[in-house]
Each structure stands twice: as structure tokens, then as C-alpha cells.
């Protein structure tokens, strides 16, 4: 193993003995660590190297993410796809207030307790926060809306407003939809089938809360 590829493997091994301290349980396979932080919501928290065509050293970058089971299973439901395994997940840098990428290089085993004691403070200060509040679905819709990283940021506003039972949130996140939808030469049938259960789901919202 190279020298580089050392130091990865004893980072790796601190960082999943650091975050097992905090609570989290490592996916079987991956540099993924999950937390129950509510019923049906998982906290995540992962750890990504690469190379980026250096042959001396690697960057490694830390990402918080969540997945919220009821939006997962609405989606699904809808998309007739397969479950996503993460409802929001970026980088940990993306992370109001300071918006930018966080990664820090490793070389040589000599740089572990530095990229190690940088990592868990992004972890401990800066995702702490969202690993709070990421059991409730409005707070997520507030990050994707206010410009924070997410794939496919206008359903995910939709669906999370109408879990949250916020009906004009929903509709907002409906009509971006909508124009992304009108906007395309052809839109995707993903797209259409979120817009189509959706809007039946808030319909449904409506119609609860006239009853």
C-alpha cells in the first residue's frame, strides 16, 4: 500500500471509531455512518477521498445527509423507481452560513490527527445543526430553498412542504415543478408522476383539514 493509501486507511479507521462515540453505526461496504434521530428519519454522515490527479496525496471530504422515510416512500410510490437510500446529502461545507467546499489533503500518515481532528470538527460544528433539526421536513425544504445542493430540488420541496402539512409551501413547490415541467421539450416522465401525486396529495391535505 502506498503511503497516501496508509494514511487513508488509519484516517478511515479514527473516523468510524470517533463517529461509533457519537451514536452512528457504519454501513456495511461504504465510508457511511447512519443515526436514528427521530422514527423514520436517519441522520448520515459520510467520508469521500480522491486523488483529483495527484499521485502524492488525497482530499477527503465530509458530507451530512438525511433520509426521511415517508418522502422516500411517497417518492417511490410515485416514480415507481427504486427507494431512494438518502432523501438530502451534501457536503458538509455547503452547510449555511459559509457555503463553500470542505476537504483537506492527506499524504502521509504524519497528517491523520490533523485531517481527523478537522473532519469531526465539521461534524461536531458545523453539521450538528442539520443532524438536530433533520427530522423535520420543513427545515429541509428551508435549506433546499434557500440554495443548499440537492438532486431534483423542486420535487423534494413539494413533498417535504406537504409532510410538514404546509399546504402553500406544497403549492409552491408544486408550481416550481410545474415550470420546470413546461419549461422542458420533454419532460421526464419522473417528473410528470411527482407532479400528478403531489398535487393529489395535497388535495388530500385540503381536504383533511375542511373536514
Known sequence: MTARGDA????YRGI???LKERGFTKVRGTQRFVRAVAPGVEAQIGVASSAKGSADHYLVDPSVGVLVEEARDLLARWTRAEPAWTTLYLNIGYLPPEQGWSEVPLATVDDVPGALSTLLRDVDERAQGFIDSCHRPGYLADLIEAGVPALR?????AV????????????????????????????????????????????????????
Open 8 to 11: 487513508r486507511a488509519l484516517l
Open 16 to 18: 468510524a471509531s470517533a
Open 153 to 157: 430540488p423542486e420535487e423534494l420541496v
Open 160 to 211: 417535504l412542504r406537504a409532510l410538514d402539512g404546509d399546504v402553500a409551501g406544497a403549492r409552491r413547490g408544486l408550481e416550481a415543478l410545474q415550470a420546470k415541467v413546461e419549461a422542458s421539450v420533454s419532460p421526464s416522465l419522473r417528473d410528470l408522476r411527482v407532479l400528478e401525486g403531489c398535487a393529489d396529495h395535497v388535495r388530500h391535505l385540503l381536504d383533511e383539514a375542511s373536514s
